[in-house]
Each structure stands twice: as C-alpha cells, then as structure tokens.
C-alpha cells in the first residue's frame, strides 16, 4: 500500500487537476475512502491509483472488457501460483506462523535452561552459589516487552512493566 492522499494531494503527485481526477475516478480510479457531506475529502491509495492509471495506459484508453479483466486476472493467479511453486514468493500466513514457532522455541531455551545452566556455569567459576531466578527475571522481563511490542508504537521508551502515568499524561491546564 502507497501513501493515503487527499484528491489535491493525489493531483500533484500525478499532475492533472482535480476535474480529471474526479472523471478519473467515475472511470473506476480507487478510492480508500469517501468523504460523506461537505468537508470531508475522499482518500487515495498512490499505489492503487498509480498501478490503475499503467493499467489504463496499457490499454491506449480503451475500456478493458469483462471477458479481458477475467482473462488478466486468472493470468496473474497463474503466475503467482508459478512463482510459488518455484519458490519466489511466500505465502504471509505460513510465514508468520514459522516466524511465531521460531519465537516460541526460543522463548522456551530462554526462560527453561538458559538461567539454569549460566547459574551453574557462575556458581562453578565463580565459587559463589548464584540463584537462577536472578538470570531469569530479567529474561522474562524482556519476553514481556517483546511481547507486547507494537511496530506502530512512537514511543521506544514505553515499558510494559510500568503502570500507565494518568495524571501526567495530560497537560495541566494552571
């Protein structure tokens, strides 16, 4: 997905004013969302639009039949089947649950034998009885911050462990 524009966003990026966008768009150019009443403006996707406007390039203005769209959208099932038996492309989901049971051996390693093997490993150079718990808090600490990681999240300081700051969150209004 391109960035969300407005119309007059939409027409300086593609250089035509907004009565050609607005032809444009009763032609079938998308629309993310549109504005209802007055005021409220209708938002683009730029990569929609932009991959809409080769489309109607490729066919020198004419209108793609039915039978043609039918016939170009089975042709890219086809080659994106192709390119998935020949490895070039993978499917999200079994992506993400590869990724997910990746993560979750490797949470298991880490709170399971890590904290009682390095607790050994110290107690055995060190001479000193070292508790495992103190090896493990941190570990846990850290899988609760990853797991609550949001890639949307501004604030990279943001500590799950700490209680959300009500009062200072907001300005005082004195």
């Known amino acids: 997905m391109g960035r969300t524009v407005s119309k007059a966003e939409l027409g300086e990026i593609v250089g035509r004013d907004e009565r050609t ?4 768009q009763k032609d079938g150019m998308p629309v993310i969302e549109f504005g209802v009443g007055r005021g409220n403006e209708n938002q683009y996707d730029t990569q ?3 991959e809409w406007l080769m ?15 039918l016939d170009r959208l ?3 099932r086809e080659e994106l089947a192709l390119a998935k038996d020949l490895g070039e492309v993978v499917i999200e989901a079994e992506m993400v649950s590869r990724f997910e049971a990746v993560i979750t051996a490797a949470k298991i ?7 009682d093997d390095l607790a050994s490993t110290l107690s055995a150079q060190y001479g000193v009885a070292i508790d495992d718990q103190l090896i493990r808090e941190p570990i846990e600490q850290i899988l609760r911050r990853l797991s609550a990681y949001d890639e949307d999240d501004d604030d990279p300081e943001w500590d799950p462990d700490e209680p959300d700051d009500e009062e200072g969150s907001e300005e005082d209004g004195d």
């Open 21 to 24: 966008l607005s032809r444009w």
């Open 74 to 76: 089975r042709g890219d």
């Open 48 to 50: 929609a639009v932009i």
């Open 109 to 115: 390693e880490l709170l399971n034998t890590l904290p």
């Open 55 to 69: 489309r109607q390039a490729a066919l020198n203005g004419k209108k793609e039949s039915t039978r043609d769209r």
